[in-house]
């Protein structure tokens, strides 16, 4: 299982934080698991939880950025779910957001 340590830089390439990383074969395809510690545009810990298919297409999406959170699942050939805010936690926005694959993946 692929485990791994990122330094965060900002636009000028100074180190802003860190990412640590996870990944490995599931039983729909792979996953990858991520929290990462940024100080920009303040200190923050944030989530990226992607799973594809053996096809290496988006199964299911998540990121929560402390302040804003985004879940996302297959239909079809398209990803759908909702975004939330802290902010305003009782209203969810529902996203739709379309993919078409041009190419085979992982380029080998």
Known sequence: MPVGRY???DGEGNRVGTEE???APGPMGWRYFSEIE???PEPHREIVD???DASY???RTRIDTGA???HLTAEGGRLAGFRASRLAPRRLHR???GWAFRRS???C
């Open 7 to 9: 330094t965060v830089m």
């Open 50 to 52: 992607l799973a594809v």
């Open 95 to 97: 996203s739709v957001l």
């Open 57 to 59: 297409r988006p199964v």
């Open 38 to 40: 940024t100080n920009l």
């Open 105 to 107: 993946w992982p380029p």
């Open 21 to 23: 990383f996870r990944c």
């Open 68 to 70: 804003h959170e985004i």
